[in-house]
């Protein structure tokens, strides 16, 4: 296979061997991992649509790959074959402020876009946690979410069209540059696909605005009740802000312990809300958001009176993840929905569930969004730890479907919850997904084993890849 | 109010469906005139206006569920004491009267879209009734999910081809300032045209006298084209029109019309609903 690989593309651009094989067995997922077989690094459109049609005719199944940061196992290989990997896809194809569009290679990395637009006072909306690696492909392929989405939505809105490689080889064009579409809107099923339709390659995004002004404010409360019900408030109150993201006290710890950041000694949450837009109707939306905070008792209220203060009020957010590596040796960040009013009550069972099977949980969250990530931290070398790891994440999302919510906010199906879309889909739903798949033709080998469960040929294939870091 | 003998139960409507067809999927029949063909090719109507039942309204999550054939006007009424809406601004005032499963299905521009969304936006949600009578559902009323692949947004705009929808989730809106555009007489022949937006002057400057309705920020121009006529085009836009029968729907995007062959041929392979939905597809499917 890297012999056929060589012949299409140069030396340099096939990676295969142990290491090769190590590196792109898994994404930040890293609980299941199996190898491919050879690992392509193409650098234009026809480049991909030379290896897909090889691997159609040798039927080799191949996997797209962005930067790796998914948190589902969406670009593990399943069965194997070939990773093409969208990395040195990253040029910028074109910026036209006038239309408000860009034209960007799809391993062009999320932050680059809006770096790209900034001279023209626009930006690509799309904020994912990752976004300073996080690919523009990956984004699409995820769709992906962030902070921001609760006011910009998530990737999908901003996308008008796609070059995607088709599974047999072939080079489509999906979406139309003007908003919209006449008829069926293909590109929606396309984003958030998980690359199990074909391989993206580039795209036309829409760029938004700059806003005029931002307020932004951290809130710190005794109970983490007295902060999710500050949540369900803000939200029926019927303000959008930018952003509303949830801290818990444990992850205030971490941040103390990895940057010493401070906050009041006796806070057991955190709300960072930011609202940007015009000055007067921010002023306006901040003043009922900081009512609602109040009435809920928050203990401190911090605002951002200039650019580098909202800097400083961000870094906890943006700094949480890395800080987790302090509580354990091993992390994993959960991701499910639940209707925002139902937050205080979920957050109250996160909480009992990891008590109840022995594992540490720390929480931040979109919670504009009702998008929980509760992160266990845990010692993997304890006996039995994995067992109760998994079957308290399992409780968490069965519950989010009891209270009318999604296995799966933003990080997406992949392989971690390939049986538990279950939960949320009869047969028949799932069914019609699969048929909706069909419409893009023979999909089979392209990213096998992800999103639908019971494909041919995974279920026996499971065995080998699954708990396979453990 | 269900008429006599109208189906208002989502059972009588899978007995309706499985006793005969193929079949048109009816409403208010607002959006008729821009049905494609707008002939029947055979079809019986199967409508939906007789389930237009309120499920559910989850003030505190913004999140209401509706069955379809629940017209517009009647989900304003609900959710206006709540302070809550749907921030849609019809173009022509007879679509206040459509049914939200007609209003989805066709998937028209409206006139407070560059500031409130749209359908892509709202659409948390549809249960469909699929065309051999299966019941299959896609989307939750979480606001923000990616389970699964989203049918419910590929059903927007997709004229009732992927099966009858009998409910849908939508997210609501506080609206506090809302004075959108008035609605405008609907034309004869609506000539429905989205450009870029660096395109849009001069598009616009292209229909001296003839613009209706126009809407800069989602590049939206509305005019008034006699059948049989045509407009200047523009790079990367695409064109809806009304009462020009087999003209209403000209795709001229080849990978979208082939996707929309392998869509009919893979959801409705006997062409049971709708089939007249698209004019390149009628003449195969009669």
Redesign the interface.
């Known amino acids: 296979m890297t012999h056929a690989m060589r012949q299409l593309l140069r030396e340099d651009q096939v990676v295969a061997g142990a290491a090769a094989r190590r590196v792109y067995d898994s994404d930040a997922y890293g609980v299941d991992r199996f190898p491919p077989a050879v690992v392509v690094l193409p650098e234009s459109t026809a480049e991909v649509a030379s290896v897909v049609r090889w691997c159609h005719q040798q039927q080799v199944p191949f996997t797209p790959r962005g930067a790796g940061t998914g948190l589902s196992g969406g670009v593990m290989p399943a069965l194997g074959g070939v990773v093409i990997s969208i990395k040195r896809l990253d040029r910028i194809l074109a910026v036209e402020p006038e239309n408000r569009l860009m034209h960007a290679q799809a391993g062009c990395v999320n932050l680059a876009l809006t770096r790209a637009a900034h001279a023209h006072g626009l930006h690509f909306a799309p904020d994912p946690s990752s976004q300073s690696v996080a690919t523009l492909g990956g984004n699409i392929g995820m769709n992906s979410g962030g902070p921001h989405t609760l006011k910009y939505g998530v990737t999908a809105p901003h996308i008008r069209q796609v070059t995607m490689v088709d599974p047999t080889g072939e080079v489509l064009t999906i979406g139309t540059l003007a908003p919209g579409s006449p008829g069926p809107h293909f590109l929606s099923v396309v984003i958030g696909s998980e690359g199990t339709l074909g391989v993206i390659t580039e795209a036309w995004v829409n760029l938004t605005p700059n806003p005029a002004g931002y307020e932004t404010a951290l809130a710190s409360f005794r109970t983490v009740r007295d902060a999710t019900q500050s949540v369900a408030d803000i939200i029926a109150l019927g303000v959008t802000p930018a952003a509303l993201e949830f801290i818990d006290r444990k992850i205030l710890e971490a941040l103390k312990a990895a940057f010493g950041l401070e906050s009041p000694s006796d806070a057991e949450a955190v709300l960072l809300v930011e609202c940007d837009g015009d000055p007067g109707p921010i002023h306006e939306e901040m003043r009922q958001i900081r009512e609602v905070l109040a009435r809920n008792g928050a203990i401190q209220v911090e605002t951002a009176a200039n650019p580098a203060e909202r800097q400083r009020l961000w870094t906890a957010r943006k700094k949480a993840y890395g800080a987790m590596g302090r509580l354990a040796p091993t992390v994993v960040t959960h991701d499910g929905v639940i209707p925002r009013s139902k937050l205080p009550e979920m957050l109250d069972f996160v909480y009992r569930v990891a008590e109840e099977h022995g594992v540490g949980v720390a929480n931040m969250f979109h919670a504009g969004d009702g998008n929980l990530h509760p992160v266990f931290y845990f010692d993997d070398r304890e006996p039995g730890m994995i067992d109760r790891v998994v079957r308290a994440g399992e409780a968490i999302i069965r519950q989010c479907v009891a209270l009318g919510g999604s296995v799966t906010g933003e990080h997406g199906v992949g392989i971690e919850k390939v049986d538990l879309l279950a939960l949320m889909f009869n047969e028949s739903d799932r069914q019609m997904m699969a048929d909706v798949k069909q419409i893009f033709g023979d999909t089979t080998l392209c990213n096998p084993c992800k999103v639908l469960p019971s494909q041919k040929g995974c279920l026996e294939h499971m065995r080998r890849w699954r708990g396979a870091a453990w | 109010m269900a008429g006599c003998g109208m189906v208002t139960t989502r059972e009588g409507l899978v007995e309706q469906l499985k006793s005969g067809g193929p079949w048109r999927i009816a409403g208010s029949g607002v959006h008729r005139p821009f049905a494609s063909k707008g002939e029947s090719l055979g079809q019986e109507d199967i409508t939906i206006l007789g389930m237009g039942a309120l499920v559910a309204h ?6 209401v569920v509706a069955e379809a054939g629940m017209r517009l006007r009647e989900l304003q009424a609900h959710l206006q004491p709540t ?2 809406m749907l921030p849609y601004a019809p173009l022509f005032p007879e679509l206040a009267e459509a049914t939200l499963g007609g209003l989805v299905s066709m ?1 028209l ?1 409206h006139l407070a879209e560059d500031r409130a ?2 359908w ?2 709202w659409v948390l949600g549809m249960t ?1 009734l ?1 065309p051999d009578g ?5 989307g ?12 419910h ?7 009732g ?2 099966g009858i929808i009998v409910e849908v989730i939508l997210r609501t ?2 609206v ?1 300032v809302w004075n959108p555009a008035p609605p405008v007489p609907i034309p004869a022949c609506p000539w429905i045209q ?6 849009y002057a001069a598009a616009v400057a292209e229909y001296p006298g003839a613009v209706i309705a126009q809407l800069p920020g ?2 939206l121009i509305v005019a008034d084209v006699p059948a049989g006529q045509t407009r200047r085009r ?7 029109r009304g009462g020009c029968g087999a003209q209403n ?1 000209t ?1 001229d ?1 080849p ?2 019309a082939r ?2 062959r ?2 009919r041929a ?2 409705d392979p006997d062409g049971r609903l709708n089939a007249d939905a ?1 004019p390149q597809l009628a003449g195969e499917l009669a």
């Open positions: 989850d003030m505190a999550d913004h999140v302070g809550q998937n521009p969304g749209s892509s936006d469909f699929r299966t019941v299959a559902r896609s939750s009323r979480a606001v923000k999910s990616v389970a699964g692949y989203d049918v947004h590929l059903a927007i705009g997709a004229r081809t992927l809106a506080t506090k989205r450009v870029r937006l660096g395109d989602s590049g523009w790079p990367g836009d695409w064109v809806m729907f795709w995007d990978v979208a996707l929309f392998a869509m893979v959801m698209l």
